[in-house]
């Protein structure tokens, strides 16, 4: 069975930082990505990283206070998120498109066919 789980998120201040896991199993993915959705808004793009060569992608909006990495022995992908501001609040999903080849990568939620189930990110002003 293919499953992403993710893990790591909480309530924290402004200025803090957090650090999401999501551990893969069931295959190695080529691509594994980070979204967001905040209360009423789309599920937009954060972050991915491909295997292969191990090239990030970030959103503007977390370029320089989020870092997107991978450890491939435990086939499982880490965002650091710091400098929060309360605009990052949302729930945190992690994303692998079971047919992506190479080092393709997308910010189109709709492109990735497994989903971990997401974990709450809150940060207070």
């Known amino acids: 069975q293919v499953r992403l789980v993710e893990s790591g998120g909480g309530l924290v201040q402004a200025g803090d930082s957090l650090r999401l896991s999501c551990a893969a199993s069931?295959?190695?993915?080529?691509?594994l990505a980070w979204f967001r959705q905040a209360p009423g808004k789309e599920r937009d793009f954060v972050a991915a990283i491909t295997w292969t060569d191990g090239s990030t992608y970030y959103a503007d909006s977390v370029k320089g206070r989020f870092t997107i990495s991978r450890d491939n022995a435990k086939n499982t992908v880490y965002l650091q998120m710091n400098s929060l501001k309360p605009e990052d609040t949302a729930v945190y999903y992690c994303?692998?498109?079971?047919?992506?080849?190479?080092?393709?990568?997308?910010?189109?939620?709709?492109?990735?066919?497994?989903w971990g189930q997401g974990t709450q990110v809150t940060v207070s002003s």
């Open positions: 069931g295959r190695t993915f080529n691509t």
């Open positions: 994303a692998g498109g079971t047919y992506f080849r190479g080092t393709y990568y997308t910010q189109n939620p709709a492109r990735y066919d497994v």
